[in-house]
């Protein structure tokens, strides 16, 4: 990675604006799932054992900007302290008079959370003003969050106007992994991509194409194929915008497609649903396919056999229902016995893998879904364009 990292530049005694990703789901009040909190404690810890004050600051669920009372940081900041063993004191605001008093009275080793920046409109619409108070408040600026790089926000971008720049050690982990898998990936080199839409992903198949040995189809967007190779596919989801896509990849890509050879469906989209295996010409009227069927299980397997690079982006089947998952968790198993760099892309693939309880057998587990996705598909970040190269 040619960026500077906070390694690069001198903390000690600076009031440090971070952003961090803590776009976390909570439960009753409480955060209910921390991990991306715990992947921003090396940056953190690494700053306040280098004699810097804290300034934090991230985004929380989609407030349209506006203070909604149900998704303030205060949750967050409780978990933090926890993690990091000292106090965190949430402000009320992410500018202000009250937030710029509360920083010039920072001294090293102190830890401040910002309120939701996306309370503001000014966050999401990259005000130069919104970001030239937030970066008031200190004297330099570390971006660790990958997971909001592809967003021009006025945290993730206005503020680098007007402080020195760097990246936090996960900006540096996902941008050396996903660089990697870009640039110089080790051959075989396998994709695997699921989820529901084509649309959202034409890009990244197109940039795939162009750099794997196979890509592998599975999840909602396998549908879109079946129905561009003339299949009926019963009440599956599928896009009709993208069926001329679908059929001009399929052309174009002949073997280096290679997509499910049987489907689980259901009678409804309901875990309980009266279920069968087919080939994917065979779906019943009125039925959707569900999930990848046994037969695809063990031709993925063999596809995968021998890679040495592994990009995994999106569920093979509807994984929150049990009675879907088996496609998607049987993926991330091989996965997880394969001698390879295996790259998981955030999102629906991340979490599928923390439900496995897999993720120290992977190489990389992204903290982005929309980010990851982007930088595969070789779009430049803007959250990563702006941090000072070294």
């Known amino acids: 990675m040619n960026k500077k990292t906070v390694r690069d530049v001198a903390v000690r005694d600076k009031r440090v604006l971070v952003r961090v990703d803590f776009n976390v789901p909570l439960k009753e009040g409480a955060v209910a799932d921390d991990t991306r909190i715990r992947a921003a404690l090396p940056t953190l810890n690494y700053l306040l054992e280098h004699g810097a004050a804290l300034i934090l600051c991230s985004h929380l669920g989609r407030p349209k900007g506006k203070a909604v009372p149900e998704l303030t940081m205060d949750p967050v900041a409780a978990r933090l302290a926890d993690l990091l063993k000292r106090p965190v004191i949430k402000?009320?605001?992410?500018?202000?008079?009250?937030?710029?008093?509360?920083?010039?009275?920072?001294?090293?080793?102190?830890?401040?959370?910002?309120?939701?920046?996306?309370?503001?409109?000014?966050?999401?619409?990259?005000?130069p003003d919104f970001a030239r108070r937030m970066a008031s408040l200190a004297e330099l600026y570390v971006n660790d969050a990958f997971g909001a790089a592809h967003r021009a926000h006025a945290s993730t971008v206005g503020v680098a106007q007007y402080l020195p720049t760097v990246g936090g050690f996960l900006m540096e982990k996902e941008l050396e992994f996903l660089g990697?898998?870009?640039?110089?990936?080790?051959?075989?080199?396998?994709?695997?991509?699921?989820?529901?839409?084509?649309?959202?992903?034409?890009?990244v198949i197109e940039s795939l194409l162009g750099q794997c040995d196979r890509l592998l189809i599975g999840g909602g967007m396998a549908n879109t194929f079946f129905k561009a190779m003339g299949f009926d596919v019963g009440d599956s989801l599928i896009e009709e915008d993208a069926l001329p896509t679908a059929q001009s990849l399929l052309k174009s890509a002949g073997s280096?497609?290679?997509?499910?050879?049987?489907?689980?469906?259901?009678?409804?989209?309901?875990?309980?649903?009266?279920?069968?295996?087919?080939?994917?010409?065979?779906?019943?009227?009125?039925?959707?396919i569900l999930d990848i069927g046994p037969k695809t299980i063990p031709t993925f397997k063999s596809a995968l056999t021998g890679a040495r690079t592994i990009?995994?982006?999106?569920?093979l089947g509807v994984f929150e229902m049990p009675n879907f998952a088996r496609g998607t968790f049987a993926l991330a198993e091989t996965l997880a016995d394969l001698n390879a760099v295996t790259i998981i892309g955030g999102g629906?693939?991340?979490?599928?893998?923390?439900?496995?309880?897999?993720?120290?057998?992977?190489s990389h587990v992204?903290?982005?879904?929309?980010?990851?996705?982007?930088?595969?598909?070789?779009?430049?970040?803007?959250?990563?364009?702006?941090?000072?190269?070294?």
């Open 180 to 203: 990697k898998a870009v640039e110089e990936p080790e051959h075989p080199y396998i994709a695997i991509l699921g989820g529901a839409k084509i649309s959202d992903k034409i890009g």
């Open 311 to 315: 990009v995994w982006n999106g569920p």
């Open 348 to 362: 629906d693939s991340a979490a599928a893998v923390h439900q496995a309880g897999l993720v120290d057998r992977m």
């Open 366 to 390: 992204s903290t982005g879904g929309g980010a990851s996705l982007e930088f595969l598909e070789g779009k430049t970040l803007p959250g990563v364009a702006v941090l000072e190269d070294k």
């Open 256 to 288: 280096q497609l290679v997509l499910p050879v049987d489907v689980v469906i259901a009678d409804a989209f309901d875990n309980e649903a009266d279920t069968r295996v087919v080939a994917p010409n065979e779906v019943i009227a009125g039925w959707r």
């Open 91 to 127: 402000l009320d605001d992410c500018v202000g008079p009250e937030v710029e008093q509360a920083a010039q009275k920072m001294r090293p080793g102190d830890v401040i959370l910002l309120e939701n920046t996306r309370f503001h409109p000014e966050e999401k619409a990259n005000d």
